[in-house]
């Protein structure tokens, strides 16, 4: 019994070594694992210290060539500045003739403009911009104090940076704009532009519709397009879809790029299509005083939007003593050969007790006048008229006998009055040509009721 019990200890003991581990081994085990991992770890920094020198050496050299393209701009402006036109035409390339001929109208152009102006050829780049060979830039130049920016486009041939002909496919990625009413539609060099305009087309609409009753603000589309030959006009088709130039084509007003002279254009359109659109696409008839009211109109709401004087004296009082719901009343009565008596019935109150300020009104019709008279047509001359006067009827034969006057005559006061007859008539101070000393009298003008 001693000696099996021995055996079976002496078996225990033999299992429980066999099962513990080697420590020889186990550290081996540890070192291998370790250099493994030190081994990924030296291909990962490999790789990264690879990648990084890779990018710095790309961007070293995306510096240097937007630093040599830059240099270039520097140089064309340093040689428009100083007058060396040789040093500018060497900076400009070209498969044809056209565009070196075209640059050298362009220098020509600009020396005139120094003489003429307060010019500075900065040459600072505003903006830039690189794909592969091409270069795009937004150069700034300052005439009377005003900054302005005009599109540059290089090629990057072998001798370096060279001023060629305009690429619009160049013009960066398309973008979207959504305004309360306006839409806009451009690419990322008329970012600023857009902007503007959406902001300006939403308060327009707005303003444009709480004057003329507009059953709803209509929603406004905008194209804006980098190309030289278009004009501001609307899409074909019933739409509200306008069609607007990029101001970065020529020269462009750094600071306002919706500069005024674009938001009359754009704002001319914009009424006429509000007044169209709620006088149900009225057509009056020339020479009647609807014509001239209808244009009176949009030339008020143009003014609105931009906020300059349009000299729209008539309708401009109309909303001031009446309220602008008054301006929308009088485009909705219009017929298209309505009188000026319209104004009566929208007011409710006779024409020589309005108030209003009739000035532009007189000025159009003494303009209409000459028209007519170089024309010979004697009936519709005889219409300006209130030939029941016959003050006005002798008048009328008088002027109609003596013929256009070729004087371009203003209309600086209206004074409503009544004649020796007892009705009434207006008295006005012309002015003809310029000048203080050719203010004179016109005699008696009458208002038809």
């Not at 991992?37 to 020198?53: D, E, K, P, W």
């Not at 050299?61 to 040599?68: A, G, M, P, Y």
């Not at 704002?267 to 149900?280: I, P, Y």
């Not at 256009?404 to 203003?410: C, F, I, N, Y």
Request: proline share 3%; hydrophobic share 45%; net charge negative.
């Amino acid at each position: 019994m001693g000696i099996r019990l021995d055996w079976e200890i002496e078996a225990d003991q033999q299992q429980v070594h066999q099962v513990s581990e080697d420590p020889v081994m186990r550290r081996r085990r540890r070192i291998a694992r370790l250099r493994i991992m030190l081994g990924i770890a030296l291909v990962i920094v490999t790789v990264v210290g690879t990648a990084g020198a890779v990018v710095l050496r790309l961007r070293a050299v995306e510096e240097e060539t937007e630093r040599l393209l830059r240099s270039a701009v520097e140089a064309e402006a340093a040689a428009l500045r100083i007058g060396d036109e040789t040093a500018f035409l060497a900076l400009q390339r070209s498969a044809t003739d056209e565009w070196i001929a075209q640059q050298q109208q362009t220098f020509n152009d600009y020396q005139a403009l120094k003489a003429a102006r307060d010019v500075r050829l900065t040459g600072r780049v505003v903006d830039i911009a690189i794909d592969d060979q091409r270069g795009r830039v937004l150069v700034e130049e300052i005439v009377d104090e005003m900054p302005f920016v005009r599109a540059w486009f290089f090629w990057r041939y072998e001798d370096g940076w060279r001023h060629v002909p305009p690429d619009y496919t160049f013009w960066g990625e398309a973008q979207s704009l959504q305004g309360r009413h306006t839409s806009a539609y451009y690419r990322e060099v008329d970012a600023q532009f857009a902007q503007a305009v959406v902001e300006a087309a939403d308060l327009w609409l707005e303003r444009g519709c709480a004057a003329l009753g507009c059953a709803s603000v209509p929603a406004l589309t905008v194209e804006i397009v980098p190309d030289e030959t278009a004009q501001a006009a609307w899409t074909l088709g019933e739409a509200w879809s306008l069609r607007l130039p990029s101001p970065y084509v020529g020269a462009a007003r750094l600071d306002q790029p919706f500069d005024l002279n674009r938001q009359l254009e754009a704002a001319g359109l914009l009424a006429e299509r509000l007044v169209d659109t709620v006088s149900g696409q009225l057509a009056p008839v020339f020479p009647s005083d609807a014509y001239y009211l209808r244009t009176a109109v949009i030339s008020w709401l143009v003014g609105r939007f931009a906020q300059i004087n349009t000299n729209s004296f008539l309708i401009a009082s109309l909303a001031e003593s009446y309220g602008e719901a008054a301006v929308g009343a009088l485009v909705r009565a219009l017929r298209p050969d309505a009188g000026v008596d319209v104004i009566a019935a929208v007011t409710g109150v006779p024409l020589d007790q309005t108030g209003l300020d009739w000035r532009d009104f007189f000025t159009w019709l003494l303009t209409v006048e000459d028209e007519l008279l170089k024309r010979g047509e004697e009936s519709a001359f005889l219409a300006l008229y209130d030939t029941r006067s016959e003050d006005a009827r002798l008048l009328a034969y008088a002027r109609f006998a003596a013929g256009p006057t070729g004087e371009r005559r203003v209309v600086v006061s209206a004074i409503v009055e009544n004649d020796p007859a007892g009705g009434v008539r207006l008295r006005a101070i012309v002015q003809v040509g310029a000048g203080e000393s050719a203010i004179r009298q016109l005699s008696l003008i009458h208002i038809s009721e």
